[in-house]
């Protein structure tokens, strides 16, 4: 259900748009990576998959369960929060590996929170968590890089501009748009590092991709 809302939600506030890369194949029982730029980009996220026939598992901030009837959702529909800075934060990728092993896709943001900046230019991810190395090494899934671009429009900035933002929406109706890139696996032998280098390289590019079909400004720094 809620990427069937977000699919009916995100078009009254933009005008989003989705491509993929050549040769795009299947996403069934994959690792879902996109990068985080603010609180809308999630819905957008959603959207986009929702329309290209995948509804994934949601690895989400905790504190999201805590929000009325949105927690009520997220809990129904067997998202899987995740307590940062705390020991039950490994649950999480027990949760996911679980979701992976009987054929779920799952969403997640590796970069952790937004980031800390001004204004609506696009930026790059930022470096990546351990978690995405620890739970593709743990069940050899493909992963899928998914860039985004444009959700800052909708929301970001102070509380204050976030609400004025939104609320312009429906009248502004941004553009948004959202790439998925190439599936990717692993390698046994790499290292972490190497992994995750790997992994936030792919992401960038598909973020870049989608930033370049908005023809938005971006920062040389995802900071």
């Known amino acids: 259900m809620l990427s069937r809302l977000a699919d009916a939600a995100v078009p009254v506030f933009g005008r989003l748009g989705v491509t993929t890369d050549?040769?795009?194949?299947?996403?069934?029982?994959?690792?879902?990576?996109?990068?985080?730029?603010?609180?809308?980009?999630?819905?957008v996220v959603l959207a986009a998959?929702?329309?290209?026939?995948?509804?994934?598992?949601?690895?989400?901030?905790?504190?999201?369960?805590?929000v009325p009837l949105l927690?009520?959702?997220l809990t129904r529909e067997g998202h899987i929060p995740v307590h940062r800075h705390d020991p039950r934060?490994?649950?999480?990728?027990?949760?996911?590996?679980?979701?992976l092993s009987v054929g779920r896709s799952v969403l997640l943001y590796p970069e952790g929170g937004l980031p800390h900046r001004k204004g609506v230019r696009e930026a790059p991810?930022?470096?990546?968590?351990?978690?995405?190395?620890?739970?593709?090494?743990?069940?050899?899934?493909?992963?899928?890089?998914?860039?985004?671009?444009?959700?800052?429009?909708?929301?970001?900035?102070?509380?204050?501009?976030?609400?004025?933002?939104?609320?312009?929406a429906p009248l502004r109706r941004p553009?948004?748009?959202?790439?998925?890139?190439g599936p990717l696996r692993l390698e046994s032998e790499q290292s972490q590092a190497q992994a995750l280098a790997v992994t936030h390289h792919a992401l960038t590019q598909a973020w870049y991709a989608?930033?370049?079909q908005l023809g938005a400004p971006v920062l040389l720094t995802g900071r």
């Not at 998959?49 to 805590?66: D, F, M, N, Q, Y």
């Not at 102070?158 to 609320?167: K, N, Q, Y």
Request: hydrophobic residues 50%.
């Open 125 to 168: 991810p930022r470096p990546f968590h351990p978690g995405l190395f620890h739970l593709a090494h743990a069940t050899g899934a493909q992963i899928v890089p998914v860039g985004q671009a444009g959700a800052r429009a909708l929301a970001s900035g102070s509380p204050l501009e976030e609400v004025a933002r939104l609320l312009t």
């Open 175 to 181: 553009r948004l748009h959202v790439h998925l890139g």
């Open 89 to 99: 934060a490994a649950q999480a990728l027990q949760e996911a590996q679980a979701a």
């Open 22 to 43: 050549a040769g795009f194949g299947p996403i069934a029982g994959s690792i879902i990576i996109a990068n985080h730029t603010s609180l809308s980009d999630p819905a």
């Open 210 to 212: 989608a930033a370049q």
């Open 49 to 66: 998959l929702h329309r290209l026939g995948t509804e994934p598992i949601v690895l989400a901030a905790a504190g999201l369960w805590h």
């Open 71 to 73: 927690g009520c959702v």
